[in-house]
């Protein structure tokens, strides 16, 4: 897909070193953000220092509600290059309440894998999901929890045994409560 000519200059004003600009310009990407300028947006919570600017980005990404998001998000997750900024990425995969049954196995492989924090995080994303696995997937990682269970730490074993009782008995539907 070709990056049209408003997704360039957004992404060309979040490199300003104009501290007001780049907090217009997340705002503007809340507003009619896409795929292309949320890969920006993710970079600029790499490179940049201020603080008022990685807040602002944050609660963007909390306040996700575009499902074409999803698979950008879960890139940036996987991308090495943002490591220092996993934690709060996989943060905001809960938060946005967006779907991300489909990745499952990449949430429980978070929580085999990495540190304690990511591992929290990822652990709550599997909480909130919501939404038909087939059971296949299921399956296979309840195999696999099983064996990652034998090496686990104690805080990963509750995070690896809560995930047992939760992914055999994800909702169908969201149930809201007045």
Known sequence: MEIDLKSKKI???????????????IELVRESGNRHTLAGIIELLHDTEHIEIKKSILNLLS????K????????????????????????SCWQNGLTYN?????FIDL??????????????????????????????EIIKINEA???ATEQKA???NSSLSI????????????
Request: hydrophobic letters at 45%.
């Open 68 to 91: 074409e998001s999803i698979p950008v998000l879960i890139a940036a997750i996987q991308n090495e290059k943002y490591i220092s900024e996993r934690k709060d990425l996989v943060s």
């Open 111 to 140: 929580i085999i894998r990495e540190e304690f924090l990511i591992a929290f995080e990822a652990f709550t994303v599997i909480e909130n999901m919501v939404g038909k696995i087939e059971e296949k997937v299921i399956d296979a």
């Open 158 to 160: 509750y995070f690896l």
């Open 11 to 25: 992404i060309a004003d979040l490199k300003s070193s104009d501290q007001e600009l780049v907090l217009e310009t």
């Open 149 to 151: 269970l034998k090496d």
């Open 63 to 66: 306040e996700l509600k575009d």
């Open 102 to 106: 489909e990745y499952l196995p990449f």
């Open 167 to 178: 992914i055999q008995d994800i909702p169908e539907k969201q149930e809201y409560v007045d």
